[in-house]
């Protein structure tokens, strides 16, 4: 299974994605006695691409393209060995300093982070990795779609970042408008101020 993975490869967009964080495995006392407790093995794959904003727009073209971000994730989790088979491994996102969904503590310019831990029980210990922390794209769409099944000992989690589309962007004509449109405002009211 994971040979069949690795032999898949990587496409054009994607990169190979191992960044593999420390995590305790919490149930891991309630059977490490019975046990040999191990890592499961993985082939991740991280999807990036161009984001052509605004800014991008006007600072980059197609020879000279803006840095490539993350736009996804495919994780492909192997548990050949699962002593309980009925229970699916799961997957929960866990963001540090108490920081809620939605909220940024980063930089500006650069992205929040969180970990997401992949849990399956015995014999396998839990399983994370740092990904941006963006929203995903639930739609059913082939290639921009979500996944998220268990079959054959392979969980595989495959999903894409939503492309936020900021009204920030159009600020600036925005701007624009209303200073002219003010300008409009106080000229009418000093002509007709004028002829009285």
Same mark, same amino acid.
């Given at each position: 299974?994971? +040979? ?9 967009? =994607?990169?190979?994605?191992?960044? +593999? +964080? ?35 727009? *006007? ?17 492909? %989790? ?11 491994? *799961?997957?929960? %996102? =866990?963001? =540090? ?15 929040? *982070?969180?970990? %997401? ?13 740092? %990904?941006?922390?963006? =929203? ?15 079959? /054959?000992?392979? #969980? ?5 970042? /939503? ?21 409009? #405002? ?11």
């Amino acid at each position: 299974m994971y +040979e069949r993975e690795v032999a898949r490869g990587v496409g054009d967009n =994607e990169e190979i994605f191992a960044g +593999e +964080e420390e995590v305790q495995t919490a149930s891991k006392s309630q059977w490490s006695n019975k046990y040999r407790p191990r890592k499961p093995r993985y082939f991740n794959r991280v999807q990036m691409g161009y984001e052509w904003n605004k800014y991008n727009q *006007t600072h980059y073209d197609h020879d000279n393209p803006p840095p490539k971000v993350v736009q996804g994730y495919k994780f492909n %989790i192997f548990y050949p060995d699962l002593i309980d088979k009925q229970k699916a491994p *799961t997957y929960r %996102i =866990e963001r =540090e300093g108490g920081r809620k969904r939605g909220q940024s503590f980063a930089p500006a310019g650069e992205d929040d *982070t969180c970990l %997401i831990r992949f849990i399956a029980g015995a014999p396998y210990e839990d399983l994370a990795f740092r %990904i941006v922390d963006k =929203e995903w794209d639930y739609s059913a769409k082939r290639e921009r779609g979500f996944k998220s099944s268990f079959e /054959k000992g392979i #969980l595989q989690l495959h999903f894409q970042l /939503k492309k936020v589309y900021s009204a920030i962007s159009s600020l600036p004509s925005l701007l624009v408008f209303w200073f002219n449109f003010w300008q409009y #405002l106080v000229n009418l009211h000093s002509v007709k101020g004028g002829k009285s």
